[in-house]
């Protein structure tokens, strides 16, 4: 199956099914050297598995990584490492009605209609269990960069129709509630809008921003792999995403120039160059400008519902279907690691092809 490898100089390659024996990833171009173990990448599983609340589905899976390859004596030998996370908790048959059906808003029908065979085990490799090779890889990636001082804060800013208030920012809050919201207050409305949810056997989407901080200006490239366009590419490629925006994004469509122009300055303490505003989130000609990288992705509701939904059969005889099992309510609180760790994966890799667009790099 092609599709399952992201980057060039940094790659991923994710494998695995929801109801298989296991998932993981094979990370292919990280430098030797890096102080690397399991604990590592476990901080960021656990950030993304499963039964944390009530919020979330209530599949139990411990998500352990194991590292198989690539490290040696608590450090990376810049061969391929290799991670796995086993499944342990997956019921199937929970899906054996699901076999000759078509589930709404999901990836049954048309992996059916590529592939002509499809796992209806929970979707097989369209399910977010997936998403554990990304976040597997995106830790490591995230950990190099944190040795070129660069890092990364993720959280929601939505969830359904209750959006964070800028005013009561407080990063200290993201993990400290079960929707990664900065906002205390916010997050205590979110909770009575997904009982709401929960009681009516309905689901919510929300918003997920991803702030990264120092990156030099220059990474990117100026035509077809535009910092921004490799962005796009790697958060639209977690399942659920269905908008993207960098800096201003869609806002920009009622500016004018005068106002979403960025001004350069010169910085007195550093005397390097920097901008008055960060309208365009950090990214100008698809080359990295040193400022923030501000972007945010726009997450669908959950299309596993309680709902009576109408649907069509293999044969096309239309039926009705009711989704029971294990989901969870909102794909957004799982899905922020996963945004940062997908985002790491792209700067990553970027950082390192920039080492070839001058020839005092190669000699250095």
Same mark, same amino acid.
């Given at each position: 199956?092609?599709?399952?490898?992201?980057?060039? &100089?940094?790659?991923?390659?994710?494998?695995?099914?929801?109801?298989?024996?296991?998932?993981?990833?094979?990370?292919?171009?990280?430098?030797?050297?890096?102080?690397? =173990?399991?604990?590592?990448?476990?901080?960021?599983?656990?950030?993304?598995?499963?039964?944390?609340?009530?919020?979330?589905?209530?599949? %139990?899976?411990?998500?352990?990584?194991?590292?198989?390859?690539? @490290?040696?004596? +608590?450090?990376?030998?810049?061969?391929?490492?290799?991670? /796995?996370?086993?499944?342990? &908790?997956?019921?199937?048959?929970?899906?054996?009605?699901?076999?000759?059906?078509?589930?709404?808003?999901?990836?049954?029908?048309?992996?059916?209609? %590529?592939?002509?065979?499809?796992? $209806?085990?929970?979707?097989?490799?369209?399910?977010?269990?997936?998403?554990? +090779?990304?976040?597997?890889?995106?830790?490591?990636?995230?950990?190099?960069?944190?040795?070129? +001082?660069?890092?990364?804060?993720?959280?929601?800013?939505?969830?359904?129709?209750?959006?964070?208030?800028?005013?009561?920012?407080?990063?200290?809050?993201?993990?400290?509630?079960?929707?990664?919201?900065?906002?205390?207050?916010?997050? =205590?409305?979110?909770?009575?809008?997904?009982?709401?949810?929960?009681?009516? !056997?309905?689901?919510?989407?929300?918003?997920?921003?991803?702030?990264?901080?120092?990156?030099?200006?220059?990474?990117?490239?100026?035509?077809?792999?535009?910092?921004?366009?490799?962005?796009?590419?790697?958060?639209?490629?977690?399942? #659920?995403?269905?908008?993207?925006?960098? *800096?201003?994004?869609? #806002?920009?469509?009622?500016? &004018?120039?005068?106002?979403?122009?960025?001004?350069?300055?010169?910085?007195?303490?550093? *005397?390097?160059? %920097? %901008?008055?505003?960060? $309208?365009?989130? *950090?990214?100008?000609?698809?080359?990295?400008?040193?400022?923030?990288?501000?972007?945010?992705?726009?997450?669908?509701?959950?299309?596993?519902?309680?709902?009576?939904?109408?649907?069509?059969?293999?044969?096309? =005889?239309?039926?009705?279907?009711?989704?029971?099992?294990? $989901?969870?309510?909102?794909?957004?609180?799982?899905?922020? @690691?996963?945004?940062?760790?997908?985002?790491? @994966?792209?700067?990553?890799?970027?950082? /390192?092809?920039?080492?070839?667009?001058?020839? !005092?790099?190669?000699? !250095?």
């Amino acid at each position: 199956m092609a599709g399952s490898t992201f980057g060039t &100089n940094f790659r991923i390659t994710t494998w695995g099914e929801s109801h298989g024996a296991g998932l993981g990833v094979v990370v292919d171009g990280c430098p030797a050297g890096l102080s690397l =173990k399991e604990t590592d990448i476990q901080t960021y599983l656990d950030r993304r598995k499963p039964g944390t609340s009530v919020y979330t589905t209530p599949r %139990k899976e411990a998500d352990c990584v194991q590292i198989l390859s690539g @490290v040696f004596e +608590g450090k990376t030998t810049g061969t391929p490492i290799s991670m /796995m996370v086993s499944n342990t &908790n997956e019921h199937s048959k929970d899906y054996e009605a699901l076999r000759d059906l078509y589930r709404p808003g999901h990836a049954d029908y048309t992996f059916d209609q %590529k592939f002509g065979i499809r796992d $209806h085990r929970g979707g097989g490799r369209s399910s977010g269990r997936e998403t554990i +090779g990304r976040v597997a890889g995106g830790a490591v990636a995230a950990k190099v960069l944190a040795e070129c +001082g660069i890092t990364l804060l993720t959280y929601a800013t939505q969830i359904g129709p209750v959006r964070i208030n800028s005013d009561r920012f407080d990063r200290n809050e993201i993990l400290s509630n079960p929707f990664c919201m900065p906002d205390a207050e916010a997050a =205590k409305e979110a909770a009575l809008y997904l009982d709401q949810c929960r009681e009516e !056997k309905d689901s919510a989407g929300g918003i997920i921003e991803c702030v990264i901080t120092g990156v030099p200006a220059g990474v990117g490239a100026p035509v077809f792999d535009k910092l921004d366009a490799k962005l796009a590419q790697a958060i639209f490629s977690i399942g #659920a995403v269905k908008g993207f925006e960098v *800096g201003d994004g869609f #806002a920009v469509a009622g500016a &004018n120039g005068s106002s979403n122009n960025d001004a350069f300055i010169p910085d007195g303490e550093s *005397g390097q160059i %920097k %901008k008055e505003t960060n $309208h365009a989130g *950090g990214i100008l000609g698809g080359i990295s400008d040193g400022s923030p990288i501000v972007f945010r992705a726009a997450i669908k509701p959950t299309p596993s519902i309680g709902r009576e939904q109408k649907t069509v059969t293999r044969d096309g =005889k239309a039926t009705t279907i009711s989704i029971a099992g294990r $989901h969870d309510p909102i794909i957004v609180p799982r899905a922020v @690691v996963v945004v940062e760790c997908m985002a790491a @994966v792209t700067i990553l890799d970027l950082m /390192m092809e920039n080492l070839g667009s001058r020839l !005092k790099n190669l000699k !250095k």
